[in-house]
């Protein structure tokens, strides 16, 4: 499993938000480095947690700026967050019934999706907020 490296395309034109991407990337690259090796299973849930909750609090801070602006695709976003978090969630509570609770699967939906979402969710709100003025 690879994994996630940062490109000049993944910008979405506002620094705090490419600053937030590029740790939740270094968080899911953290957790694709711990499935090569054996290590505690609590210090993988401690680091699982942790990027949960930090893309949390991205999303959060994407949403808040998406409805100070009026951006109008605000809705589907929310949605497309709830969904990532829900489906990971649920991915954590299955696995962690066995040994091995990073699955493959698990890290392969972490990087795949929000790869994914920047490109394509994410860089549709770029042209909206640069010509906000928002940088
Ligand atoms: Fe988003």
Redesign the pocket.
């Known amino acids: 499993m690879e994994e996630i490296i940062w490109k000049d395309e993944f910008s979405v034109g506002i620094a705090r938000m490419d600053e937030q991407h590029k740790k939740i990337i270094a968080m899911i690259n953290r957790l694709i480095r711990e499935q090569k090796v054996v290590t505690e299973p609590e210090t993988v849930a401690k680091l699982l947690t942790e990027m949960t909750d930090y893309t949390r609090e991205h999303?959060r801070a994407?949403e808040y700026l998406m409805s100070e602006y009026g951006y109008n695709r605000k809705d589907h976003?929310v949605k497309?967050?709830k969904e990532f978090i829900k489906k990971t969630m649920d991915f954590c509570s299955a696995s962690n019934v066995g040994p091995n609770i990073l699955s493959v699967a698990l890290l392969e939906y972490l990087s795949t999706w929000l790869v994914d979402?920047i490109l394509t969710?994410?860089m549709q709100y770029k042209a909206f907020f640069e010509e906000k003025g928002v940088v």
């Open positions: 999303f994407e976003q497309r967050h979402h969710e994410d």
